[in-house]
């Protein structure tokens, strides 16, 4: 337990010796207890407790050996192995009513895996998770046999059993504290107090925080940027190339299976790497530092109102970046309905692959208001995201606005370097071992759908002849030829593919180069360009200030731009970039969700995505007709 | 009084906590929130809510609708 903040640890400590389960107690940050002065009697703190204590400092591998040494000795004494002879008795009159419920229970078939002083103490608490659990065990409700022996306590104490009990757990936490701890004279941290006054200051705090996540934003995707480029290169540059002179005299469908389905879907998931662990980094330095409660305490009341807490905000900021990593930002949050409900609506925060399918409709059709219309998108996200809030927050499995917030707010701490990088990499390995292989498998059956029968024209394929029978679904919002259509598809995989997508539908011809091989050379380019990422990143970290994710390519290509006026008109791009806002953002954010959530939420997600999309565009391009834009 | 009617820095003796929602009557009362406690209002967030208090040696953060069922007095 933490050391510097005993009296509220014991309280869990106590709930855990009534289960009378062996254990050792690691009074830990025991470095920082010492240093503000506290004082305390260990032996006398042993005799109290019945257990054995031990003072460690995690952080710096202070007393570990110790403590596993005992841990081992505790678990192996086999006397002790099921029970721990329990010492902290509450008042007498207490006392006697849990034992004159033991003594009916011991009439009862329990499953002996349940200490019965224990048992006796939930049923006297009203535990309804106890209570539920027990029915099951044994098929019969057992909470009338405790009703006697609450009602006396009730009638003594005049309060509610729940409350006594937490209260003379308390007294008794007290108690031994009283007699074993010496409290310096002056406990509060003032290092603590006097950032929390800045921090958290009327003025400042908000200021304070915007600037915060503004740093963490830019230092994330700009610093990850060059590192992205440099695996996507390496893995369909470099690695794809080689296999593809590998299988050079393999069919045609084996080749493109293996290098676009296979490379490509590990290129994918690889290229997400330094960005998970960029943002890991961050977000570890946020919580473990202790801003992370401040930034919920903050903003706490503008996220309420849509059925939100505080500390949903930073998945959402992270979410314009790029939605993956926002989803699994979530997990800073406690309450899995807050959870949930944050992981549902940061796909409607407008991350950076969207960028290029605005740049391409705006340059073809809005070039004066360029600037404008792709802030209006990433408006629309919000306003969408803020409407879905809304609906969502008053249904039964997000119902958010019912759950309090109690949000203890720590000391600040400097997180160690140790911590730090272990829990990026942590966080990283589990990416790549869960979201990996779903992604995988998705990108070889994306594969098939869109490439084949193998060697047909891009009007051929089985993604060309669903797309014909499904273009007149969408007459309502404008876009309805099928070459719009084939190119909604190749956008689950990767926003990134739309407009490659849409320059195939539309039979433009990319410009290819010739390719030379000469495996040296090109491993030589590799580990060049590796370096350059490496200072590429750190030019793009500290060398600017504006985030390089918002940075707009225009497209210039003319042909192109004719073709697309012969499918689209202002109103239906309009529309169509509309949907691409609001549609499933890529199969990586559904992994990510299928990671956090399971599939339930996973395919609620794909429905929602699906479905608000259809709705707003179609809303935007008959309400756009009817104002008489075209 | 109720303990979101309390000022920043005002200290409070907890009396008592409504009975009406019985989940968080003990969510409270495993907090610290019990009979006797004395509490402080370190602050409120800059857009009036929630409030963080101090008790029992560290601090909690929670909203004024909460705060609302917490009955205290002022010392």
Known sequence: MDSTNLERNLYLTLLLMEMEKPMVIALNMFDEFEKSGYKIDLDKFRKYLGVDVVPTVATKDKGLKELIDKAIKVAKSKKQYRKMEYRLLFDKFIENEIDGLVEKLKKEELPNKYPLRWLAIKLIEKDEYVIQILKKEIGKDISPLAKEHIMAIEERFDDDTETILTEARYGIINGILKDVLKKPKNYNIPFTEKLDKIVTNKYLGLPIFFALMYIVFKLTFDGSGPFIDWVDGFINGYIGKYVGLAFSSAPHWIKSLVIDGIIGGVGLVLSFVPLMMFIYFFLALLEESGYMSRAAFVLDKIMHSIGLNGKSFIPMILGFGCNVPAIYATRALENEKDRKLTAVLVPFMSCGARLPIYALFTSVFFVKYQASIVLLMYVLGIIVAIGVGLLLKNTKPFETAKSPLLLELPPYRIPSAKMLFSSTWIRTRSFLKKAGSI??????????????????????????????????????????????????LPGVIAKESVVGALGQTLGVEEKSEKEKASFIEDSREQILGLTRAVIDSFKNMFGSLTPGVFEIESISNSTFSQKIKSVFTPLSAFSYMVFMLLFIPCIVTLAAIKQEFGWGLMFFEIGLLTVIPYIVSTVIYQGGRLLGFH | MKLSELKENQMARVVKIDNSLKSLKKRLSDLGFVKGEEIEIKRIAPLGDPIEISLKGYSLSLRKKEAEKIEVEKI
């Open chain 1, 439 to 488: 992604i995988l498998l998705a990108m070889v059956v994306l594969w098939a759908v869109i490439n084949l029968p193998s060697g047909s024209s891009p009007d051929n394929s089985y993604l060309a002849k669903a797309a014909k029978t499904v273009a007149p679904i969408f007459a309502p919002t404008g876009f309805d030829r099928w070459q719009t259509v084939a190119s909604i």
